[in-house]
């Protein structure tokens, strides 16, 4: 009798911990999206619209449990972090982040996941070497990344689960390059600049910039940290319309899951094709000067290469087409 009860002590044990392991594996995650304001022309840096584009697709899918919400800019009432897997913040610069630099170290340092997208990973020096390392991995560093326009094409880390369900890809964005990196990052999305696929140089060009010709740059990149918890970055989003190019917002989505902690489908993260429709939901309102965003035109990519400049020809350009002033 001792015998039997043992062994339906030891089954009903089994089944508690076998139990318990499945609820931990299934639990939602909370993605939370901070949005900046706009701050370029209609369908540029539109933040509020790419965030509500890639919550909604996560929301949809059933594949990886996760509950995205969408907020603007900093939160004033900052217990919505609280509970949160992972933040995701795509602006300007550190117009979000900048209200919030303690929070965020305080979540980081207790797990929670952070991915910055375009503009948000250019934070200052300081600010990059005691936040954004450990954070993601990586920043903008003034005086040697720089932001041109080039037709990226994109291979995936296939050695990276957020390369799932992802194939190359080619498009036009502003692409950061030459972004400072700690030791710990591990690349998920790369490709190398040339003078071929240049579309132009930006309003920022550095020397070191000019000496990355024909090397590979990681757009997109990963850091897993001590503690196991893990962050992003991702330089690209500058154009609203390329997420609907289907492995350029694959890839993305892969990575804000697996910021949020949890394994990224073998297929990737399910998703589904972006109507012209949906891409104009949310569009910041630049009231007659707001435009209807097309759907990326296969033919962007036949372009003129423009020139890869010294920095001292790029100033001596942007030099020449500055307005005079008009005497009083």
């Given at each position: 009798m001792k015998t039997s009860i043992a062994k339906l002590l030891s089954i009903l044990a089994l089944i508690f911990v076998v139990g318990s392991s499945t609820t931990a594996q299934e639990k939602e995650a909370k993605i939370v999206f901070l949005y900046g304001a706009k701050s370029h022309k209609s369908g540029d840096h539109e933040f509020k619209a790419g965030s509500h584009l890639l919550a909604k697709h996560l929301n949809k899918q059933s594949a990886v449990k996760v509950n995205a919400v969408v907020?603007?800019?900093?939160?004033?009432?900052?217990?919505?972090?609280?509970?949160?897997?992972?933040?995701?913040?795509?602006?300007?610069?550190?117009?979000?982040?900048?209200?919030?630099?303690?929070?965020?170290?305080?979540?980081?340092?207790?797990?929670?996941?952070?991915?910055?997208?375009?503009?948000?990973?250019?934070?200052?020096?300081?600010?990059?070497?005691?936040?954004?390392?450990?954070?993601?991995?990586?920043?903008?560093?003034?005086?040697s990344s720089a932001n041109p326009f080039w037709a990226a094409t994109i291979k995936?880390?296939?050695?990276?689960?957020?390369?799932?369900?992802?194939?190359?890809?080619?498009?036009?964005?502003?692409?950061?390059?030459?972004?400072?990196?700690?030791?710990?990052?591990?690349?998920?999305?790369?490709?190398t600049i040339t003078n071929k696929n240049l579309v132009r140089i930006n309003n920022i060009w550095t020397q070191g910039a000019y000496e990355e010709k024909d090397k590979p740059q990681h757009l997109l990149w990963s850091v897993t940290r001590p503690d196991g918890s893990r962050g992003a970055g991702f330089t690209g989003g500058h154009h609203?319309?390329?997420?609907?190019?289907?492995?350029?917002?694959?890839?993305?989505?892969?990575?804000?899951?697996?910021?949020?902690?949890?394994?990224?489908?073998?297929?990737?993260?399910?998703?589904?094709?972006?109507?012209?429709?949906?891409?104009?939901?949310?569009?910041?309102?630049?009231?007659?000067?707001?435009?209807?965003?097309k759907l990326p035109d296969p033919n962007r990519l036949n372009f003129t290469p423009g020139p890869w400049m010294t920095p001292e020809e790029h100033k001596a350009s942007r030099a020449k087409r500055k307005p005079k002033k008009k005497k009083k």
């Open positions: 907020h603007a800019g900093w939160p004033k009432d900052e217990s919505i972090l609280d509970d949160a897997d992972a933040v995701v913040i795509y602006a300007d610069g550190t117009k979000v982040i900048k209200d919030g630099w303690e929070k965020m170290d305080e979540l980081t340092k207790k797990g929670v996941g952070c991915m910055m997208m375009h503009y948000a990973v250019h934070p200052n020096e300081a600010e990059g070497e005691k936040y954004y390392m450990p954070w993601i991995g990586g920043y903008f560093k003034n005086g995936a880390n296939k050695d990276h689960q957020c390369s799932h369900g992802v194939d190359d890809f080619c498009t036009i964005d502003e692409f950061y390059m030459n972004i400072e990196y700690s030791k710990r990052m591990v690349p998920i999305g790369t490709a609203h319309a390329n997420w609907a190019i289907e492995d350029y917002r694959q890839i993305v989505l892969n990575t804000i899951v697996w910021v949020a902690g949890k394994d990224v489908p073998k297929g990737g993260v399910p998703t589904y094709t972006v109507t012209e429709d949906e891409l104009n939901e949310n569009l910041d309102d630049y009231g007659p000067q707001t435009n209807r965003i």
